[in-house]
């Protein structure tokens, strides 16, 4: 009987060195991780559209802020960006939507607040003779 184990294990020790040695997947090259191009920059400065109008109104105010007109002088405040509802000293205008714009005549010597209710931003005119 011990002749049997004998036997069984050389066998087993056999099968074992006869199998075929286990598949090992080919090693892959570790290559850097693709660095993002950067967008090309134009060679020559893209002009932007012009903006006509007196005064603009934008999400974030009005440019200029502050500014100075004569009496009977007609300014346009014109909306380059959303859509805003203005009041002209403290009466409302028709709102006006981007790329559209609004006249006020000032008409006598003073001073006076446009102020846009939606974005709650404002602009002083002092009109002078």
Known sequence: MKTAY???????????????????????PETPPAVPEEP??????????????DMTVTNAGFDPAELEVTVGTTLTILAVEGRH?????????????????????????????????LSKKSAIITVTE
Do not use: N, S
Not at 40 to 53: F, I, K, S
Not at 103 to 117: A, L, Y
């Open 6 to 28: 004998v036997v069984a294990l050389l066998m087993i020790v056999l099968l074992v060195g006869c199998a075929a040695p286990p598949e090992v997947p080919p090693a892959v």
């Open 40 to 53: 090309a920059v134009p060679e020559e400065p893209v002009e932007a559209e012009p903006v006509t109008g």
């Open 85 to 117: 509802q203005l009041t002209v000293d403290g009466k409302t205008v028709p709102a006006i939507e981007e790329g559209t714009g609004y006249d006020v005549t000032f008409d006598k010597v003073g001073t006076v607040r446009i102020f846009d209710i």
